[in-house]
T-cell receptor, first 113, second 108 residues
Framework: KAGVTQTPRYLIKTRGQQVTLSCSPI?????VSWYQQTPGQGLQFLFE???????NKGNFPGRFSGRQFSNSRSEMNVSTLELGDSALYLC????????????FGPGTRLLVL | GIQVEQSPPDLILQEGANSTLRCNFS?????LQWFHQNPWGQLINLFY???GTKQNGRLSATTVATERYSLLYISSSQTTDSGVYFC??????????FGAGTTVTVRA
């Protein structure tokens, strides 16, 4: 069974631009969650989706948004990028949600210049 | 939210040594997971262990939920064990809260 995939793997943007990251979960997994990892703040929860519904959202500004499609694939969007948005963005999937073993993708490294 | 503290922050080991990593959390949890992050950033799930003890090869983990801590044991460490080890906890709010991690360096 293929693992969690994330695209693109690397991305360079400039301040003010917007970016969309994609996450394809393991086949059969309906829960997708997103995390931001930075040297200063560590791993922080962004949001969790299950069957196209957002069940929780972390403490991030409204510039960070996400969605999940009927095939469980998920996207997250960051608008009006700031330098501080440079980070490794990780997604994880599971069959029912966070109360189970989480399987992480390789991440997308975003650099904002 | 739940606070998660991991200790020590850094650990340097000689190959073959044993070690213990600790995770303390501030509130009741029904979900605790240990992860290993390799140098390329990939997070690998080691254990799902909200309570009790589990073993997987040279790794084992124990969670004492009533006392709000978990321990990860690495025995006979190898250079491939190097990386950052994270503890993550959750309750009933559909999110995981991560600790700051323990950076393990195993020297040959």
């Amino acid at each position: 069974k293929a693992g969690v995939t994330q695209t693109p793997r690397y991305l360079i943007k400039t301040r003010g631009q917007q970016v969309t990251l994609s996450c394809s979960p393991i086949s059969g997994h309906r829960s997708v969650s997103w995390y931001q990892q930075t040297p200063g703040q560590g791993l922080q929860f962004l949001f969790e989706y299950f069957s196209e519904t957002q069940r929780n959202k972390g403490n991030f500004p409204g510039r960070f948004s996400g969605r999940q499609f009927s095939n469980s694939r998920s996207e997250m969007n960051v608008s009006t990028l700031e330098l501080g948005d440079s980070a490794l963005y990780l997604c994880a999937s599971s069959t029912q949600g966070i109360q189970e073993t989480q399987y992480f993708g390789p991440g997308t490294r975003l650099l904002v210049l | 939210g739940i606070q998660v503290e991991q200790s020590p922050p850094d650990l340097i080991l000689q190959e073959g040594a044993n070690s213990t990593l600790r995770c303390n959390f501030s509130d009741s949890v029904n979900n605790l997971q240990w992860f290993h992050q390799n140098p390329w950033g990939q997070l690998i799930n080691l254990f799902y262990i909200p309570s009790g003890t589990k073993q997987n090869g040279r790794l084992s983990a124990t969670t004492v939920a009533t006392e709000r801590y978990s321990l990860l044991y690495i025995s006979s460490s190898q250079t491939t064990d190097s990386g950052v080890y994270f503890c993550a906890v959750g309750s009933n709010d559909y999110k995981l809260s991560f600790g700051a991690g323990t950076t393990v360096t195993v020297r040959a």
